[in-house]
């Protein structure tokens, strides 16, 4: 007999017999009234368990994992308010059923019926998964809530404060308002987690506004894996600045008692805390798991005989609030209203093609203020003399520094944050005088954890600002890819588009710097930015093109609410000539301030037909030192220069080829995995021309003189086309 099926019959058998678990009376503060709603809760929440099993079973539902055994979350809701933005745990669906009973008009066990059928009618998720979220309750849907949503917890919370200070035109949360993310204890020993805490703690510690409700869902297991006894407390108890509370999640009461006093010591002091809530774990980790095969029965029975509900119960009668029969009578009538809106919800329409599935990938477009941007005076305060350097070329670095600028003065809700680029600047200066001009509370140096950076961004982006972070190196971005992977890019997907984090990533990446770093400050892997959906990945190869694309991804930002990843090639920051020394052919004029470089816009280089080499940035730039050789071998070309990694400008790119004879694609980055695997498809598959490419080995970045070795060159884009002519001549 499945052990869902055992709890059920042993919880009516024990209230029949007046059998309740042991445990400390009611302590005060819930009302008879307010005890029961939560009581009822708990109750949908067990009974949608059962009922998804059920349907799991009959093939009608889909990836189950359970909240039996927390229900105590309920009061976790019930202590907090709705404006307080909720990310969950997936076992806690007694937590937003609790707070569908704050909030007005609200029909919960059908939406969440919806969800569990995988119906397109599903409100959160549009049928694309079985996930707890609702824009209506605040609570941004998780995927999977494996500590991936503590960092964006953090930048959400951290926000709050800062938005007092600078009020974004899209903010959501109120002024009062906390931010909770709840989690298990197996969770929190993730490296993720470890960097959220710290984070936090490292906040706290300065006395940073940071009003964020840690909620730790201690069952005592992993999966299969135990958590040592009494090691989340002893791990929790004394971090500075992180304040500790406890309860016994299985008492309705306590838990709400220590609950409202660690919301209210967040919202009052406007500092983090830890509240450890002791429960069990009901029928295994998820769908058909069987705890028996990694636990003894006799464990198994002995978390089933401490059934919340149970407790629940006993807590009820002795409040005076309802009593035992009253109490069954409740549960049963929940299971069986469960089970009639269940039979309804998996008759619902599903989603059933590649297009219903992707519509959400891409977010709505949303209104702003219209700008006219910042007045010449306002410029002249910020810029000073770097106005009249304006009318000379300058390098990319410098560039980028004016186009950022210029877009934080025309655009109050920019922030830019990471390691080192306030005081210092940035690593190469990018980022110089920037905090100077607009203060620590825009341009935030951050602690060095890249998994945090990005949390800040997404966070910050939950509540109407327009995060610019910087990651200081793209070999770095590995360390925290899945904040991009796992939590930005599908944050509207996993809601139909309710939901979005916009905001533009700068990393500093790409090859070709002269005898420094080796592989982790040249790494010119990008095959993770390539495949993840809805990414935009731009990476301009000079500093006229990368202040207009820049404006392009705030504009994509701010508007389309797209999350943006702006690679700027490091090794083209400081150049200054192409040909000889000194020539300063690489170097450009500051664009105006309404250029921009829309989306999918390639740059075309020359009219030749007889080659068209495609490539971008170090690429670009070595094809432009190629071409004068080419050139004066008789070779008519243009050079393609992409600007747009993804989504791939298709229609652009077989435009600017066409009439060409032949098609060279350099790309700088590893042959496995590079940017040249999706060019070479798309022309071998819409182009009779020949296709070639020349590509970076499948290798790691040396230090020293052998700095390039693996990398495409200018000689080498040279002998790849003259083969190409002969070949085909």
């Not at 806690?92 to 969440?112: E, L, S």
């Not at 201690?218 to 406890?246: A, C």
């Not at 069990?280 to 798991?289: K, M, P, W």
């Not at 327009?466 to 925290?480: D, G, S, T």
Request: proline letters at 6%; one cysteine or more; hydrophobic letters at 40%.
């Amino acid at each position: 007999m499945p052990r869902s099926v055992i709890v059920h019959e042993n919880f009516s058998r024990r209230i029949a017999a007046l059998d309740f678990p042991p445990g400390a009376p009611p302590a005060a503060g819930l009302s008879a009234a307010e005890a029961v709603g939560l009581y009822r809760a708990q109750c949908l929440s067990r009974a949608l368990d059962l009922t998804s099993r059920a349907m799991q079973k009959a093939g009608q539902g889909f990836y189950t994992i359970g909240s039996s055994g927390h229900e105590g979350m309920a009061a976790v809701a019930h202590a907090l308010r709705p404006t307080d933005m909720a990310f969950l745990h997936y076992r806690d669906a007694a937590f937003q059923i609790a707070r569908a009973a704050q909030v007005p008009g609200q029909t919960i066990a059908w939406d969440m019926l919806l969800s569990f059928a995988a119906s397109s009618e599903d409100p959160i998720s549009g049928g694309r998964h079985k996930v707890l979220g609702s824009k209506a309750l605040n609570i941004p849907p998780q995927t999977s809530t494996i500590a991936s949503h503590l960092p964006k917890a953090v930048g959400a919370a951290y926000s709050i404060g800062l938005a007092r200070r600078h009020q974004p035109e899209h903010q959501q949360l109120p002024e009062d308002a906390i931010i909770m993310c709840s989690f298990g204890d197996a969770s929190s020993n993730h490296s993720t987690a470890q960097g959220a805490f710290n984070t936090a703690s490292w906040t706290s510690y300065q006395s940073i506004p940071l009003p964020l409700l840690f909620v730790c869902e201690d069952n005592g297991i992993g999966i299969s894996v135990k958590t040592p006894h009494g090691w989340v407390g002893e791990n929790f108890k004394n971090r500075p600045g992180l304040k500790y509370f406890s309860a016994n999640g299985l008492d309705l009461y306590e838990t709400y008692a220590v609950a409202r006093a660690a919301a209210d010591y967040v919202r009052t002091r406007r500092k983090p805390a830890f509240l450890h809530l002791r429960t069990v774990r009901l029928y295994g980790h998820a769908g058909a798991d069987m705890p028996t095969t990694y636990m003894s029965k006799d464990e198994v029975e002995a978390e089933e005989a401490n059934d919340p509900l149970l407790h629940s119960v006993r807590l009820l009668h002795e409040a005076g609030a309802l009593s035992p029969p009253e109490a069954l009578a409740i549960y049963r009538e929940t299971c069986a209203r469960t089970d009639r809106i269940a039979a309804e919800a998996i008759q619902r329409p599903k989603l059933t093609d590649a297009a219903g599935v992707m519509a959400s990938l891409i977010p709505d477009v949303r209104p702003c203020r219209p700008s006219n941007g910042p007045t010449e005076e306002a410029r002249g305060a910020v810029f000073g003399a770097d106005l009249n350097a304006m009318s000379t070329p300058q390098p990319m670095s410098r560039i980028i520094n004016w186009a950022l600028a210029d877009l934080m003065l025309e655009h109050p809700e920019i922030l830019l944050a990471g390691e080192d680029v306030g005081r210092k600047g940035g690593v190469y200066g990018v980022t110089q005088k920037l905090q100077a001009r607009f203060g620590v509370d825009r341009v935030i140096d951050t602690l060095l954890d890249e998994q945090s950076i990005l949390g800040l961004a997404i966070g910050a982006s939950h509540n109407g600002f327009v995060p610019i972070p910087e990651i200081q190196f793209l070999a770095y971005l590995h360390n925290a890819e899945d904040q991009l992977r796992g939590e930005a890019a599908t944050l509207s997907f996993f809601s139909d588009r309710q939901y979005t984090n916009p905001m533009i990533v700068r990393i500093a990446g790409l090859g070709y710097q002269k005898g420094f770093g080796g592989h982790f400050h040249n790494d010119n892997s990008i095959a993770v930015l390539r495949d993840i959906p809805g990414l935009v990945v731009a990476c301009p190869s000079n500093g006229a093109d990368a202040a207009r694309m820049l404006r392009e991804c705030v504009r994509l930002a701010r508007e389309e609410q797209r999350v943006v990843v702006f690679l700027e090639p490091i090794a083209l920051y400081p150049m200054r000539d192409l040909h000889a020394d000194k020539d300063g052919e690489w170097m450009s004029l500051y664009p105006p301030r309404q250029e921009r470089i829309a989306l999918g816009e390639v740059g075309v280089h020359g009219t030749g037909q007889d080659l068209a080499i495609v490539t971008f940035a170090n690429g670009y730039y070595l094809a432009r030192q190629a071409e004068k050789t080419l050139r004066a071998r008789g070779i008519n070309l243009r050079i393609i220069d992409l600007r747009w990694l993804a989504p791939l400008p298709e229609v652009s790119l077989l435009s600017a080829v066409e009439g060409c004879r032949n098609i060279l694609v350099v790309d700088e980055c590893r042959r496995t995995g590079g940017q040249s695997e999706a060019l070479i498809t798309l022309f071998n598959a819409h182009k009779t021309a020949p296709v070639t490419r020349i590509a970076a080995h499948d290798s790691f970045i040396a230090t020293g003189p052998a700095y390039a070795a693996t990398l495409p060159s200018a000689e080498d884009i040279v002998a790849a086309a003259l083969r190409m002519m002969e070949v085909h001549a």
